[in-house]
């Protein structure tokens, strides 16, 4: 039962274009979404967050868009650099209940320069 | 400050036979989470540790296991190794109720 999916596994983006990843949730009790990229041979590292109460977060050249109604979360990466190319993983957490945080599959970005 | 570290970085150990891996997490972080990344199924959460009790458990078999020290270092084991279990196993630390996880670079296990 996969709560989060990301049903890009890839995506190719042209260098100083707009990158848009996707993310769907089916529990709705997920209430904090986190982003994290992932370089070959390294661990994910933590890239932007967003609260259910907000349905926004900006950092950057990156921001996280929440549609809770949608259940659905996206990250926008503008301009795109070639040392964007990563793995990114989509992942939620709940303050209720078990806390773990769940994974999406993930999203290949190749940028190409 | 240091990171997470993991040993080994690699492992190959044949079917059927154990394997332990061991997660030293960021000083001050007192949970531990385990987690498994297959091509194609993302991160597979393990389990969680946090003072030296399990908090959490994902769905694998028994033939998983773990353990956290009162030091807060974290070992996983695999008994019994299949095929499927190759795989990287990533670690994950972080202060207690927070979301601030911050991983290792992870232990690429190759069962054949």
């Known amino acids: 039962d996969q709560q989060v999916k990301q049903n890009s596994p890839s995506l190719s983006v042209q260098e100083g274009r707009i990158s848009i990843l996707n993310c769907d949730y089916t529990n709705s009790m997920f209430d904090y979404f986190l982003w994290y990229k992932k370089y070959p041979a390294e661990g994910p590292t933590f890239l932007i967050s967003?609260?259910?109460?907000?349905d926004k977060n900006e950092d950057g050249r990156f921001t996280v868009f929440l549609n809770k109604s949608a259940k659905h979360l996206s990250l926008h990466i503008v301009p795109s650099q070639p040392g964007d190319s990563a793995v990114y993983f989509c992942?939620?957490?709940?303050?209720?209940?078990?806390?773990?945080?769940?994974f999406g599959t993930g999203t290949r970005l190749t940028i190409i320069p | 400050k240091a990171g997470v570290t993991q040993t080994p970085r690699y492992l190959i150990k044949t079917r059927g036979q154990q394997v332990t891996l061991s997660c030293s997490p960021i000083?001050?972080?007192?949970?531990v989470s385990w987690y498994q990344q297959t091509p194609g199924q993302g991160l597979q959460f393990l389990f969680e540790?946090?003072?030296?009790?399990?908090?959490n458990k994902g769905n694998f078999p028994g033939r998983f296991s773990g353990r956290q020290f009162s030091n807060s270092r974290s070992e996983m084991n695999v008994s019994t190794l299949e095929l499927g279990d190759s795989a990287l196993y990533l670690c994950?630390?972080?202060?207690?109720?927070?979301?601030?996880?911050?991983f290792g670079s992870g232990t690429r296990l190759t069962v054949v």
């Open positions: 992942a939620a957490i709940s303050n209720f209940g078990n806390e773990k945080l769940t």
């Open positions: 000083s001050g972080h007192r949970s």
């Open positions: 994950a630390s972080s202060f207690a109720d927070s979301y601030g996880y911050t």
């Open positions: 967003i609260s259910s109460i907000k």
């Open positions: 540790y946090f003072s030296e009790t399990q908090r």
